[in-house]
């Protein structure tokens, strides 16, 4: 069984500062970690995976996520928001590669202000 | 590629009226998925399918079927919709690829279909 948790439901940060989503999960097998971001009104995009091949992933817009497997965590970075990322985050876990199924966290929203 | 694309965008019904989402994919992707969003609830999985001709049930299947009608399409029913359902659902497609020595399995995700439930 896999869960994930979001911490922080809203995220309100100034345009120019840090954004930092917080993402932990459970998995009884070594995962796939994904981070998913949605725009008003669209589905899903993906924003970076973590697959084994390193601990620190790299993905568009900026943003980047570490694998820590002894804090089950992967959280979600950016050094300097933008407007225009103003947006739901979703992190979401897999036990595996072939047609597998994703398990969601809860969702951040983030607020970004000028 | 238009990638994956849902009909309808927005839908009223009903309790009690059935409906049929349709799904369709143009990436060749073997598997398809039909999630749910609700408000603090992430998106649930209800239905997947691993490949053409095979369906399994995801986390929240009571209310729906599905049918893989091909490689291509992948459609929900709500056969007695009830307000429960009101929902935004999205469908998803996916394909596994080799990379960097590891199969990795990313998942394309639709526009997704507003229903309201009445």
């Known amino acids: 069984a896999q869960s994930v948790t979001q911490l922080g439901s809203h995220v309100s940060v100034s345009e120019g500062a840090l954004v930092l989503l917080r993402c932990n999960y459970s998995s009884s097998v070594p995962p796939y970690l994904f981070w998913y971001v949605q725009y008003p009104n669209q589905g899903l995009q993906l924003l970076l995976k973590?697959?084994?091949?390193?601990?620190l992933v790299k993905g568009i817009n900026g943003f980047e996520a570490e694998f820590k497997k002894s804090e089950t965590s992967f959280h979600l970075t950016k050094p300097s928001a933008h407007m225009s990322d103003a947006a739901e985050y979703f992190c979401a876990v897999s036990a595996g590669a072939a047609g597998n199924k994703l398990t969601f966290g809860g969702g951040t929203r983030v607020l970004v202000k000028p | 590629n238009a990638g994956v694309t849902q009909t309808p965008k927005f839908q009223v019904l009903k309790t009690g009226q059935s409906m049929t989402l349709q799904c369709a994919q143009d990436?060749?992707?073997?598997?398809m998925y039909w999630y749910r969003q609700d408000p603090g609830m992430g998106l649930r999985l209800i239905y997947y399918?691993?490949?053409?001709?095979?369906?399994d049930k995801g986390e929240v299947p009571n209310g729906y079927n599905v049918s893989r009608l091909n490689k291509r399409e992948f459609s929900l029913r709500l056969e007695s919709a009830a307000p429960s359902q009101t929902s935004v659902y999205f469908c998803a497609s996916s394909r596994s690829d080799l990379e960097q020595g590891y199969w990795t399995d990313t998942q394309y995700f639709g526009p997704g279909t507003r229903l309201t439930v009445l």
């Open positions: 973590y697959t084994s091949a390193a601990t």
């Open positions: 990436m060749n992707h073997n598997s």
């Open positions: 399918s691993a490949s053409e001709g095979t369906t």
